[in-house]
């Protein structure tokens, strides 16, 4: 019914930067919180920013002033831009949101396949 698909990972270097991106699609109505999480490996999955559809965002304390969220309504398409990227910064980054499709009323939770972020020299 939903669809997440996220793009943008890869191999950065401390201090660089990345952007991942993440687009929805689908049986879609309307389309409530988004959010990005991260798992390192042997870590549980951890919030890393959050934003709502009116764009009141949310940051992870470890985060806080490195990273933004944003979010484009119109493509159902939310954004995370990653600077001063650190080491532990490294892990599989999940798109997540709560989406009311049709024939619905409840929002359901969904969740992206993930994409790689690895923050090494």
């Known amino acids: 019914q939903v669809q997440l698909v996220e793009s943008g990972g890869g191999l950065v270097q401390p201090g660089g930067s990345l952007r991942l991106s993440c687009a929805a699609s689908?049986?879609?109505?309307?389309?409530?919180?988004m959010a990005w999480y991260r798992q390192a490996p042997g870590k549980q999955r951890e919030l890393v920013a959050r934003?709502?559809?009116?764009?009141?965002?949310n940051y992870a304390d470890s985060v806080k002033g490195r990273f933004t969220i944003s979010r484009d309504n119109a493509k159902n398409t939310i954004y995370l831009q990653m600077n001063s990227l650190k080491p532990e910064d490294t892990a599989v980054y999940y798109c997540n949101a709560q989406v009311q499709v049709i024939g619905q009323y409840a929002l359901g939770n969904y969740w992206g396949q993930g994409t790689q972020v690895t923050v090494s020299s």
């Open positions: 689908g049986s879609i109505v309307s389309i409530g919180v």
């Open positions: 934003i709502s559809s009116f764009s009141s965002t």
